[in-house]
């Protein structure tokens, strides 16, 4: 069974910085393109970040663009999304997720994380 776990949310002070992580287990991690989705209080699930299985290539969000970088280690089975210049607005539970718009067999996500609490806060 496929299993997706984020870890490294917390608070943290506005232009501050985070590094999420996503624990993968139950398939095979290095075949899947993988993506980063945020709900904020009271707004639709966003996409914020995807990455194709080699790493290689990796799309965006606007409103994150230039602020947040996605990566993988295939290796560890893990996806990461490094955050970076953070304000209010990126106050979410972020959620990892299997597939995404990069993805040739799943461009849209089947398996999704329990989430983690980003709050950013002075």
């Known amino acids: 069974q496929v299993n997706l776990v984020e870890s490294g949310g917390g608070l943290v002070q506005p232009g501050g910085s985070l590094r999420l992580s996503c624990a993968a287990s139950?398939?095979?991690?290095?075949?899947?393109?993988m993506s980063w989705h945020r709900q904020a209080p009271g707004k639709e699930r966003e996409m914020v970040a995807e990455i194709t299985s080699d790493g290689l290539r990796t799309l965006y969000s606007d409103s994150v663009k230039g602020r947040f970088t996605i990566s993988r280690d295939n290796s560890k089975n893990e996806l990461y999304l490094q955050m970076n210049v953070l304000n209010p607005e990126d106050t979410a539970v972020y959620y990892c997720a299997r597939g995404g718009s990069l993805s040739w067999y799943t461009p849209h996500p089947d398996y999704w994380g329990r989430g983690t609490q980003v709050t950013v806060s002075s």
């Open positions: 139950g398939f095979i991690f290095g075949n899947t393109g």
